[in-house]
């Protein structure tokens, strides 16, 4: 492994008791970003604590920026912390919160206050810098997580889940945000369950399951390996069986099955991008008003692969 990766994983495991979140983990990450994908329970928080010092490993060691993460806390003012939990002073305004985490790094109230109105100038939380924390809707929550996370401008950033809850405004513009600083050089971890989501951020990424790497590289090998999995597409149209009778010829589609209620057509493709590519066509001809895939999410993806 190279000494100058910003983390490094040596054998490690974490468990509580006899529940295993972590087994035998060993990887470098570069800096920039990288995606860290997997279902609820996969072990992505376990595996985002570990890297902030929050958490010592059951076995192996995790170095950050080229020390143990657990036991150095020199290190935590060049960490961004970005947690899926929320832990508030509801009753301190946006700016007051960020000024007073501020306070703990060594600034001074000037330093403070300058940092903590870029922090919330970057998330679009200017016009609410005034407003109590308790009054902060879902959303408004995550960005003010992420700001308390960039606010200092630390060399790692780890975010967990970082854009749930958004509109889809502060999605492209959180999305942006992350993508900036791995521009920057700064070394981002992101965690999500969504992969298109992770792929606007960045093309590396890590898959994780029950507490294994199953995947690591860029997407595009992630999604070779999504290509051999057959993609469910359930499809609302008026006219489904004119649908099923355009499409039933298509090489990337395996098979066909109407659904119970007559308007639904369920559809499995061995590629679905290439599928997707082709349907607007079809969709306009037979006046699909509906589309939703079960296998949006990684869970099916994984269960694949750790069968295969």
């Known amino acids: 492994m ?30 920039g970003v990288t995606g860290l994908l997997g279902p609820n329970g996969a072990g992505k928080s376990t595996f985002l604590k570990l890297v902030a010092g929050q958490l010592r490993p059951s076995q192996g060691e995790v170095r950050l920026l080229g020390r143990p993460a657990w036991g150095s806390p020199e290190l935590f003012h060049r960490v961004g912390l970005c947690s899926e ?9 946006g700016l007051q919160f960020l000024q007073t985490l501020l306070r703990f790094t060594g600034y001074d109230e000037a330093e403070c206050s300058r940092r903590a109105e870029n922090a919330l100038h970057q998330v679009d939380l200017l016009d609410a810098k005034n407003r109590k924390l308790g009054g902060y809707s879902k959303g408004m929550r995550q960005r003010i997580k992420l700001a308390q996370a960039v606010a200092h401008e630390p060399d790692v950033l780890l975010l967990d889940e970082p854009v749930a809850g958004m509109d889809p405004v502060n999605r492209r513009r959180v999305i942006e945000l992350v993508r900036r600083l791995g521009r920057e050089g700064k070394t981002v971890l992101v965690s999500s369950h969504i992969l298109h989501e992770v792929e606007a951020m960045t093309r590396r990424v890590l898959l994780i399951h029950n ?20 993609h469910t597409v359930a499809l609302r149209a008026r006219d489904p069986r004119k649908l099923a009778e355009i499409i039933v ?8 099955s109407f659904g119970s209620e007559g308007e639904w057509l369920t559809v499995q493709t061995a590629r679905p991008d290439e599928f997707y590519g082709a349907l607007p066509e079809a969709a306009l001809e037979t006046g699909v008003t509906e589309m939703y895939s079960p296998d949006d999410d990684l869970e099916s993806v994984f269960r694949y692969l750790v069968t295969r």
Do not use: K
């Not at 994983?9 to 974490?14: A, E, G, K, L, Y």
């Not at 507490?211 to 057959?230: M, Q, S």
């Open 2 to 31: 190279t000494a100058a990766a910003p983390i490094v994983f040596t054998r490690v495991s974490r468990w509580y008791g006899p529940v295993i979140a972590l087994n035998d983990v060993s990887l470098e990450i570069p800096a």
């Open 249 to 256: 010829a298509w090489p990337t589609v395996l098979s066909l």
């Open 85 to 93: 939990t929320d832990a508030f002073w509801e009753r301190l305004t």
């Open 211 to 230: 507490g294994r790497i199953l995947a690591a590289g860029d997407v595009r090998e992630i999604r070779d390996l999504l290509d051999e999995h057959p």
